[in-house]
């Protein structure tokens, strides 16, 4: 019988941990330890303390999930119809909502997220899986016209073993929103999640087995970057591989798929503007910038993290927001505050290394500015929703991504600097736009270089908008039907007839 969430809190609160947590790599459609027998612990920041430990992997296991999805690709997942790849698709959507409860509460222990913005991330992975199950059969070619003596059509082949590297912040929507359109697709995976949060990507690939999912189809090893990612995206059997983290882990990953020539989609870090002309509606969009900030405690790489305002609203809207940003709650994420913990001490350090530099500096501390830890336990990882005011345009937390819930705020006297300043880092993932004016809204999203525009609402959008950088935020586009093209190749047949 599956508990529910009240009963696995409990659980936890009383014990520290969970009962029945995976901890070994799942390869073959089976869990199993770590070839060197080594572990690592798993960190609840919402405490600070390990709640359990996983396999810390390394080359050994990396040939042996490689061999097994590249055995699954070859003698099965290739050949198994289309209609039939979208029907476990669509099973697996049906498993990961009757989990959904178990799955959110581990979610939240492992990244300290709340228990509502971990809920809202497993519904969006079920989500992920029914929108690619319903593609899976609707990969067609196409017929070329080359006259009456040939016949010539391309069809889309799936590219192979794909390598899916996923960060700490989201861990299951990353890992869904690259591997559901790749299972589509017809190609076979091998994960490795984070090792600040492994635990969702083992309960994903078990959902998956039970689901009907082949064995090799879907296997997830854990362990760090070093040790683990890295010999897997250099593997001459990987022919393509998705890596979600920051830009220079991406360059690195770039470099050794560059060796195999294979594939790869990546999804980088960001410095997104939320540009705020003086005709913006005002009550509405102090709720949206809250949001575009402080959800997921700013460990977003889209996050509106910069505010780029016309000086008009600029006192009222900044006095108004620290007000709000103020009166949110934080704690552990299991007693579902506004705001959840920081993933990891390492994190936490960066954040307030940042803002205390900013201090130092003179930049004006509108909101928060300090860590600080769950008031219930006086334990944890916790950082201060914070605002850092009328910030220049060369400033380090202006051109640099801190993803924690600091918002940096430049003004701008027209519409024409906002731009200006909305376009001025290396970063191109996102931005916003909140006017009235649907002329200066539809002419900004012109001219800004990113790859999400949101107008009137950050975040809008879902499973069915491509999602993407440019610029230093990477390039190649993830959800929506964009998010199949790299898991397939095109293929031209021509006959002379
Ligand atoms: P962060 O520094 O915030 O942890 P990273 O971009 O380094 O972000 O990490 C994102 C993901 O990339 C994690 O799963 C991490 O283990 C993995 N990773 C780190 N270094 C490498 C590497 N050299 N090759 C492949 N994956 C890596």
Same mark, same amino acid.
């Given at each position: ?12 609160f ?169 299972l589509a ?8 999640p ?58 690195t ?51 509106g993290?910069? !505010?780029?305002?016309? &000086?008009? *609203?600029? +006192?009222?809207? $900044? ?5 709000? #940003? %103020? ?10 505050p506004?705001i ?36 219930a ?64 809204? !539809?002419?900004?999203? &012109?001219? *800004?270089? +990113?790859?999400? $525009? ?5 975040? #809008? %959008? ?12 990477g ?23």
């Open positions: 019988m599956t508990s529910t969430t009240e009963q696995l809190i409990g659980e936890y009383a014990t520290g941990t969970l009962a029945g947590l995976p901890s070994g790599h799942f390869i073959d459609g089976k869990f199993r330890p770590a070839a060197s027998g080594q572990t690592l612990e798993t960190f609840d920041p919402g405490t600070a303390k390990a709640f359990a430990r996983f396999a810390a992997g390394d080359a050994e296991d990396v040939e042996a999930a490689v061999a097994s999805s590249d055995r699954a690709f070859r003698e099965c997942w290739r050949k198994v119809a289309p209609a039939e790849r979208g029907r476990i698709l669509q099973r697996t959507a049906e498993a990961i909502r009757a989990n959904a409860e178990r799955l959110a509460v581990v979610e939240t222990l492992d990244n300290g997220k709340s228990l509502a913005e971990a809920q809202g991330d497993i519904r969006s992975a079920a989500r992920l899986f029914e929108y690619y199950a319903g593609a899976a059969d609707k990969l067609q070619g196409e017929t070329l016209p080359l006259g009456m003596d040939y016949v010539s059509y391309t069809s889309l082949e799936p590219v192979g073993v794909t390598a899916h590297i996923i960060p700490w912040n989201y861990p299951t929507s990353t890992m869904v929103r690259g591997i559901a359109p790749a697709a017809g190609c076979t995976v091998v994960v490795k984070a090792e600040q949060t492994p635990l969702t990507a083992l309960m994903l690939a078990e959902i998956l087995r039970d689901a009907g999912l082949p064995d090799g189809v879907c296997n997830v090893l854990t362990g760090t970057g070093v040790a683990v990612g890295a010999p897997l995206v250099a593997h001459e059997k990987v022919r393509h591989v998705t890596f979600t983290g920051s830009v220079n882990t991406g360059r990953v770039m470099q050794a798929a560059a060796r195999n020539v294979a594939s790869v989609t990546l999804e980088l870090g960001g410095k997104s503007p939320m540009v705020m002309l003086a005709d913006c509606d005002m009550d509405a969009a102090l709720e949206d910038v809250l949001w575009a900030i402080y959800s997921n405690s700013g460990q977003i790489c889209s996050a993290s910069r !505010l780029v305002i016309e &000086r008009s *609203i600029h +006192a009222t809207f $900044i006095e108004r927001l620290a007000a709000l #940003a %103020g009166k949110l709650s934080h704690g552990h994420g299991l007693r579902n506004q959840g913990a920081i993933t990891s001490l390492d994190q936490l350090s960066k954040i307030a290394g940042y803002v205390d530099d900013a201090k130092v500096r003179g930049v004006r501390v509108a909101a928060g500015g300090s860590a600080t830890v769950d008031q336990s006086g334990s944890g990882w916790f950082f201060q929703p914070t605002i850092l005011d009328g910030v220049g345009p060369q400033d380090r937390v202006v051109q640099e991504e801190i993803f924690g819930p600091v918002l940096s705020v430049q003004v701008a006297d027209s519409p024409e600097e906002a731009l200006a300043l909305a376009n001025g880092t290396e970063f191109g993932l996102a931005a916003g736009i909140y006017t009235r004016d649907i002329k200066k809204a !539809l002419r900004l999203a &012109r001219d *800004i270089d +990113a790859g999400q $525009i949101y107008i009137n609402e950050y975040y #809008a %959008g879902g499973v069915e908008t491509p999602f993407g950088g440019n610029k230093m935020s390039f190649g586009r993830e959800k929506g039907l964009e998010g199949l093209r790299a898991y397939c190749r095109v293929k031209s047949v021509t006959a002379r007839i």
